[in-house]
T-cell receptor
Framework: ETGVTQTPRHLVMGMTNKKSLKCEQH?????MYWYKQSAKKPLELMFV???????ENNSVPSRFSPECPNSSHLFLHLHTLQPEDSALYLC??????????????FGPGTRLTVT | GDSVTQMEGPVTLSEEAFLTINCTYT??????LFWYVQYPGEGLQLLLK?????DKGSNKGFEATYRKETTSFHLEKGSVQVSDSAVYFC???????????????FGKGTKLSVKP
């Protein structure tokens, strides 16, 4: 595998379910990100991890819980979601969060539908 | 705060037409600027970038020049193909003198459809 991978690619869950999204980067990067992409809205940055430490949480509801066990893996744990949480969830990584010239590399996303 | 404004779509062009997608930004420091492309059913891919004023980023026939005086980073391509149909995002990476947040701030995206 190369680049940034995400699983599953599609997920349908009920509002009372608990599920997790997984992201893995094979680039040796130090920073990882979760974004939410909804129709007709700009990309929303949710969480930022740098060297496995969470450095940013953009007022995301507690029903979304991130986990970064090491610099290559990032999870987003989901529980008691709402229908408005249906969106494409994108994971990204970059070499170093503090140098703005470094671009972010994105995974293909997980299309989440909450019923 | 920092922000990115890009032209609303959708944009529909015929194959071999000239493409311009406008992007302007506001930033307190000296950001790096990026264009990302998202093909249907996929994540975002970096198309090109520029890290300082007057830099020109280019890739796959696309070009954009970092214009500090007009705070712009317009995307251009001389002759589009059907395979260029996608959503294009302009973005900046905020930073200040001596330090950086490094977060990407995206525009809303412009959907391009190219007809044969």
């Amino acid at each position: 595998e190369t680049g940034v991978t995400q699983t599953p690619r599609h997920l349908v869950m009920g509002m009372t379910n608990k599920k997790s999204l997984k992201c893995e980067q094979h680039l040796g990067h130090n920073a990882m990100y979760w974004y939410k992409q909804s129709a007709k809205k700009p990309l929303e940055l949710m969480f930022v991890y740098s060297l496995e430490e969470r450095v940013e949480n953009n007022s995301v509801p507690s029903r979304f819980s991130p986990e970064c066990p090491n610099s290559s893996h990032l999870f987003l744990h989901l529980h008691t979601l709402q229908p408005e949480d249906s969106a494409l969830y994108l994971c990204a990584s970059s070499q170093d969060r503090l140098l703005s010239s470094y671009e972010q590399y994105f995974g293909p996303g997980t299309r989440l539908t909450v019923t | 705060g920092d922000s990115v404004t890009q032209m609303e779509g959708p944009v529909t062009l015929s194959e071999e037409a000239f493409l311009t997608i406008n992007c302007t930004y506001t930033a307190t420091g000296y950001p790096s600027l990026f264009w990302y492309v998202q093909y249907p059913g996929e994540g975002l891919q970096l198309l090109l970038k520029a890290t300082k004023a007057d830099d020109k980023g280019s890739n796959k026939g696309f070009e954009a020049t970092y214009r500090k005086e007009t705070t712009s980073f317009h995307l251009e391509k001389g002759s589009v193909q059907v395979s260029d149909s996608a959503v294009y995002f302009c973005a900046l990476s905020d930073r200040w003198d001596g330090g950086s947040q490094g977060n990407l701030i995206f525009g809303k995206g412009t959907k391009l459809s190219v007809k044969p």
